[in-house]
């Protein structure tokens, strides 16, 4: 999704605004461009596509200055042309805007723009803040940022600068994430951690209805009548190191190989395995919370509405309450039955998903308490739940999920395991539970090895235009996490399903041509899902199956086999995560797709 960053200070700035914005090429986008003050006035380059571009033609066309903005653009008004890249700047060349979000109005206000005289040169929103801020510009540019924001409806992460009041940029934020990274003699401003990492950990994460004026020596955050307003200076844990590739081709393979530690990393400290219960500091939930709630509902998107699906499975069969797991999306605009007795997971990797947010935003109004499963320290979600879980699986740079969703899926069993012992489970099934959960870090290590014969089932399938995922029990959700992975990196169409529930119309497409992922470990419905096996044998579809025992039943059925450890059910998704994971990102390679970056797809989809 968009990406911002701004910079004023000392060093060549054009430089700093390209670093920062390849810092943020994971998060999607299909063009950029930056805007440099100096004192002849603003100077900008735009260009489509990658950030290659952009600097190619900063190569060609250099540009100086003391502050500046930049933007990679994620489509929303307009195709991805250097017409519509940002920075966007009003019609007497004063004021340069970078925008992240939509505005609602902006009909409404392009209309009333026009009447005054003023000429559109994009199909963005984005310019009418351009446009806007130089109309009610009156010598203050916070005061005309304030000015146009009270006209404006809709979500905005935005960045100012004008030739009128040089020397500042402004920034404000509603809907969508912005920081302050604090320099000694420099500022910074972005819209996502890692793009000034390489420069300072002090930031200030900006709240909806914040303003920023980010200066040389100094900064101040103000409110909408300009008056400033107390902030937190909070230091980013991550190391530049852990936001580099560090030798691996891809940062979704080097994601996928972390498992083993970042699996670690959300249960350190958190596992107590003589009690078989879980430790979790940040879930402001009493004794008395724990015991009172009625129902749970667990809302998510994508990759983390399947850990979603697991831990509904987990939370139903040891803490015997009802769970159910809703997309953001749909739950945001339903009616949904939540009482103050409701406990609301909300599960997101970046914190920042708008859907998500929104969805735990309404549960929150209507009075349950909620509960973040956040990996993105300082995010929005991660500040405005009530409580939460970090997941502490390190940056996610990969536009697919993949250590996230294992991290998830670890979170969600310390979860269920703290309220089951509080509730009715035994210790002595606590203690096997957790036991089991010490265990996942090296079995994971095991898991991985057999990423070269995974490689070589890949190498069979690359050129295969369909494929069907199948899984029952806890492994259904880790069927549809194999389908999403496939298709969202090698554009293959790919379908999970509950493997019983082929019968009921998939299987018509089964035929020697249609590869059938089976997850199917030796768990309390493995025979169940030998007969689908069957069933898809029958009718000659290639089976590649992942168990974990050497079993007659299976003689004769299997393709290609990929074998993994065994574990407790409830884990069990966490360990075929894995093989899934690699046969995904190998196809992708051999199809020559863009693994960390591919189309049309965003890191953290801050729109609705
Ligand atoms: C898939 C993927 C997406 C995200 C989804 C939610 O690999 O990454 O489906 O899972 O956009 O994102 P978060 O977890 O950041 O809320």
Known sequence: MCGIIGYIG?????????????????????????????????????????IANLEAALASQPITGV???????WATHGPPTERNAHPHRSGDESVAVVHNGIIENANTLRSALVELGYEFRSDTDTEILAHLIEELFDGSLEEAV??????????????????????????????????????????????????????????????????????????????????TIPHTVDRIQWDLAEIERGGYDHFMLKEIFEQPMSVENTMR???????????????????????NIDNVVITACGTSWHSALIGEMM????????????????????NPIV???????????????ADTLAAMREAKRRGAKTLGLVNVVGSTIAREDDGGVYLHAGPEIGVASTKAFTSQVVALALFTLKLARKRDLSVVRGREIAQ???????????????????????????????????????????ALEGALKLKEISYIHAEGYPAAEMKHGPIALIDDRMPVVFVAPHDAVFDKVVSNIQEVRARHGRTIVITSRDEPALKGLIDYEIRIPETEDM??????????????????????????????????????
Do not use: W
Request: charged share 20%; with cysteine; glycine share 10%.
């Open 269 to 291: 400290g958190r596992l107590i395995l003589a009690d078989g219960t879980a430790k979790l500091g940040g879930i402001n939930l009493t004794h008395a919370d724990l015991m």
């Open 67 to 73: 502050v500046g903005i930049g933007h990679t653009r």
């Open 315 to 334: 939370i139903e069969e040891l803490c015997r309450i009802p769970v159910e797991v809703e997309y953001a999306s749909e739950f945001r605009y339903k």
């Open 339 to 353: 009482t103050d007795r409701t406990l609301c997971i909300v599960i997101s990797q970046s914190g920042e998903t």
């Open 146 to 227: 304030i000015a146009a924001l009270t006209k404006v409806e809709g979500t905005y992460g935005l960045a100012v600068v004008s030739s009128r009041d040089p020397g500042k940029i402004v920034a404000a934020r509603k809907g969508s994430p912005l920081l302050i990274g604090i320099g000694v003699g420099e500022n910074f401003l972005a819209s996502d951690p890692s793009a000034v990492l390489a420069h300072t950990r002090n930031v200030v994460y900006l709240n909806d209805g914040d303003v920023a004026v980010i200066e040389r020596d100094a900064y101040r955050v103000i409110d909408r009548h300009a008056a």
């Open 10 to 50: 000392p060093k060549a700035v054009a430089p700093i605004l390209l670093e920062g914005l390849k810092r943020m090429e994971y998060r999607g986008y299909d063009s950029a461009g930056v805007a440099l003050l100096n004192g002849t006035g603003l100077q900008t380059r735009r260009a489509a596509g990658k």
């Open 571 to 608: 884990l069990m998704p966490i360990l075929s995560a894995v093989p899934l994971q690699l046969l995904a990102y190998y196809i992708a390679v051999k199809r020559g797709a863009n693994v960390d970056q591919p189309r049309n797809l965003a890191k953290s989809v801050t729109v609705e």
């Open 436 to 478: 089991a959960m010490h265990g996942l870090p090296a079995q994971l290590a095991e898991v991985l090895a057999s990423a070269p014969a995974i490689e070589a089932i890949a190498e069979e399938f690359k050129e295969s235009t369909n494929f069907l995922y199948l899984g029952r029990g806890y492994n259904f959700p880790a």
